[in-house]
């Protein structure tokens, strides 16, 4: 029996540690997926169109209005 479970945790000094205890026997091996959390500077979508050129620019926001009407739209279904 697989079990699966969403556990938040920090890296500090080269080990991840959960920032809530865990269920698990001393020595239990895991399979560990490591999904990042967006970090806002690093993200900051208005800093991050100042530096792309215009024509690019454009085109992002298109593709980005374009995937939000899509959304729309297969909610509403």
Known sequence: MTLMRMVEARFERGILRPTRPLALRPGERLHLIVLRQPDPQRWDM???????????????????????????QDEHR
């Open 46 to 72: 208005a800093r991050l169109a100042k530096s792309l050129p215009a024509d690019e620019a454009v085109l992002t926001e298109q593709g980005l209005e374009d995937r939000a009407a899509s959304l729309d």
